[in-house]
């Protein structure tokens, strides 16, 4: 009786581990953690052309294209996300949708200077989302219940035309995350984590326009890591695992290159392509009071985005745009696909218009629908202390999202 009861707390454990850590990681159900979601302009193009000007969301991606527009520019891009998403455990049941509607904005400024200066700043969400299963008592509730990842990402800019055609940029990335995790620990009470930090990086990018009408933009964003620091509540473990806790992400590097070209008067043609080094996510780690630690092994790939688009000047007023995105997801093996993060190879269908309401302001709107490819699920649960998983959970995932973006451009 008594090993029975050690097993049974040891399950608990590692089950609270699964949860703690997958459900953390899942908060985001774009592309990894990332939301692309940055320009309702480039969302229309499905990114493609996004590090090489055209509108000032184009920051995001590249600093130097702080430097587009004469005088005083702004631009806001506000965007609906519509997931969907369902994970069926072998023997366990399914998830119903874990996907929380939910929404994002982006927000850009750029001031000349002088004659070849420009400062800037941009205000985005670079990662996060949530997610929640409709039927909480299926086996997987046991790795998450809710899960929710918040960032806030504020990136002042300076860019610098050096000679005709070729401008430079450099920014500093200040981050603050939040996270809030609530999974079932018994079949009678719910397990929480919660918790928030700073992190600091930098972005820097080069603008080149070798001939007139050619425009190719590179940009990097560089890696945070955030220690979220928390407190975490169980009913389940022994009081010694309940107090304050620390979990641990580490956030890639992105680099994108884009190209933008004049084909005629009216027409340019646009593509990217985009590496995100998602295989700094090597673990999970969750450190609880008096030195426990739980941790699940991601062991995640690099990513790459690939897309090419168009834009059309239907009329003085109105541009047209369309685009298509192939993208490789870091998730390559139903080993690395955590329970609540059913990501894997995607395609992106994305139209986009933008409309001159006068000589100051611009109205521009996208929609894309991304086709998210079908994949196996099997996580072990975590190391507890350095013990071996337990048991292996099982499954397959589907997931699809749709995207509805309205935005403003506004010269001053």
Do not use: C
Not at 3 to 23: C, D, E, K, L, T
């Amino acid at each position: 009786m008594r090993s029975f009861n050690r097993r049974q707390n040891q399950f608990r454990r590692a089950a609270i581990g699964v949860a703690a850590i997958a459900a953390w990681s899942s908060a985001a159900s774009a592309g990894g953690f990332d939301i692309h979601e940055q320009s309702t302009v480039f969302l229309g193009s499905a990114s493609a052309g996004s590090a090489a000007g055209g509108s000032l969301g184009s920051m995001f991606w590249n600093p130097a294209a702080t430097a587009q527009f004469p005088g005083l520019n702004s631009e806001s891009s506000y965007t609906l996300i519509l997931p969907y998403a369902n994970i069926d455990i072998n023997g366990g049941g399914s998830s119903g949708n874990i996907g929380i509607d939910a929404a994002t904005s982006a927000s850009y400024g750029a001031y000349q200077l002088s004659k070849d200066l420009w400062v800037g700043i941009a205000l985005n969400s670079p990662f996060g989302l949530a997610s929640k299963p409709e039927n909480t008592n299926y086996l997987g509730s046991y790795l998450g219940v809710t899960a929710k990842l918040i960032t806030m990402n504020a990136n002042p800019t300076i860019a610098y035309r050096i000679a005709p055609g070729i401008t430079i940029g450099a920014g500093v990335q200040i981050e603050w995350a939040q996270t809030k995790l609530q999974f079932r620990d018994s079949p009678v009470s719910i397990a929480q984590f919660g918790g928030n930090d700073w992190a600091f990086g930098a972005t820097a990018g080069i603008t080149l326009e070798p001939r007139q009408g050619t425009t190719i933009g590179l940009g990097y964003r560089s890696q945070m890591t955030h220690d979220l620091e928390g407190s975490f509540h169980s009913a389940v473990l022994p009081s010694s695992f309940n107090g304050p806790g620390v979990a641990t992400v580490n956030l890639p590097d992105i680099v994108t290159l884009s190209a933008r070209q004049v084909i005629t008067p009216t027409t340019r043609l646009l593509g990217t392509i985009e590496w995100t080094n998602w295989s700094v996510f090597k673990d999970l780690p969750l450190a609880l009071p008096g030195g426990n630690q739980l941790d699940v092994k991601a062991n995640w790939h690099d990513g790459w985005f690939f897309s090419v688009g168009g834009e059309y000047d239907y009329s003085p007023l109105l541009t047209l745009r369309s685009g298509v995105a192939y993208e490789l997801s870091p998730i390559q093996d139903a080993s690395e696909r955590l329970v609540q993060v059913p990501d894997n190879n995607r395609i992106w269908l994305s139209i986009g218009a933008s409309y001159k309401w006068s000589d100051s302001i611009t109205l521009d709107a996208g929609y894309s629908h991304i086709f998210v490819q079908d994949g196996g699920v099997s996580q072990g649960t975590p190391s507890v202390d350095g013990n071996p998983p337990l048991f292996t959970l099982t499954g397959n995932s589907q997931a699809s999202i749709d995207l509805i973006s309205v935005g403003v451009r506004t010269k001053w």
